[in-house]
């Protein structure tokens, strides 16, 4: 089971970006409704984007 929480410092890459304004408003509020952290909520959101993306692409193999 993996373990939850903040990986220790120095074994994850952090990654920054600057989302506009009323997307962020947007997502911290959800996130905090449902009981997340902002950060969680991205990377499952991370997770969820790349398992959509592997399947489009297993669909278009022949």
Do not use: N, Y
């Amino acid at each position: 089971m993996a373990k939850l929480g903040r990986p220790a410092t120095g074994q994850t890459k952090v990654m920054g970006f600057r989302p506009p304004k009323p997307l962020r408003d947007e997502f911290e509020t959800l996130a905090k409704a449902e009981g997340h952290t902002p950060s969680a909520a991205l990377i499952e959101a991370m997770h969820d984007w790349i398992d959509k993306k592997q399947r489009e692409r297993a669909t278009r193999e022949p």
